[in-house]
C-alpha cells in the first residue's frame, strides 16, 4: 500500500512559477514509477509528466515540455514538479500517482493516487 499527498498549489499569475510536491509513505518509494497528472474544469484528467523509480528517465505531455519538470527525491520518499511560465491553460487540480511498472502516460497503469492540489493561474 502506497499513500501519497499533494502540496504546493495556489494561485500565480500568468507567466510566474510554482513548485508542487508528492509525500509518498508506506511501500519503498524506489519500486514505484511516479507521474503527475490534472484536471480542470469540465474536462478530463491528462496526463502531464512521468519519471521511473530512479528518476533517470522522463516524459511530458506535449503542452508543458520545456515548462514543466519531475523529479524525485527517493532518500525522502518525494516527488515534485516544478512549473514555470505558467499559462491560465495550466489551471487545474494536480494529482500524483504511483505505479509498480515502466512510467507511462496511461493512467489505468497508476495503482495509487493523492488527492489533488489546486493551481490557479490569473490571467
Known amino acids: 500500500q502506497v499513500q501519497l499527498v499533494e502540496s504546493g498549489g495556489g494561485l500565480v499569475q500568468a507567466g510566474g512559477s510554482l513548485g508542487l510536491s508528492c509525500a509518498a509513505s508506506?511501500?519503498?518509494?524506489?519500486?514505484?514509477?511516479m507521474g503527475w497528472f490534472r484536471q480542470a474544469p469540465g474536462k478530463e484528467r491528462e496526463f502531464i509528466a512521468a519519471?521511473?523509480?530512479?528518476?533517470?528517465?522522463?516524459d511530458y505531455a506535449a503542452s508543458v515540455k520545456d515548462r514543466f519538470t519531475i523529479s524525485r527525491d527517493n532518500a525522502k520518499k518525494m516527488l515534485y514538479l516544478q512549473m514555470n511560465s505558467l499559462k491560465p491553460e495550466d489551471t487545474a487540480v494536480y494529482y500524483c500517482?504511483?505505479?509498480?511498472?515502466?512510467?507511462?502516460?496511461?493512467?489505468?497503469?497508476?495503482?495509487?493516487w493523492g488527492q489533488g492540489t489546486q493551481v490557479t493561474v490569473s490571467s
Open positions: 500517482a504511483a505505479a509498480l511498472g515502466p512510467y507511462t502516460d496511461d493512467e489505468g497503469q497508476y495503482s495509487y
Open positions: 508506506g511501500r519503498t518509494f524506489l519500486t514505484w514509477s
Open positions: 519519471t521511473d523509480n530512479l528518476g533517470a528517465n522522463r
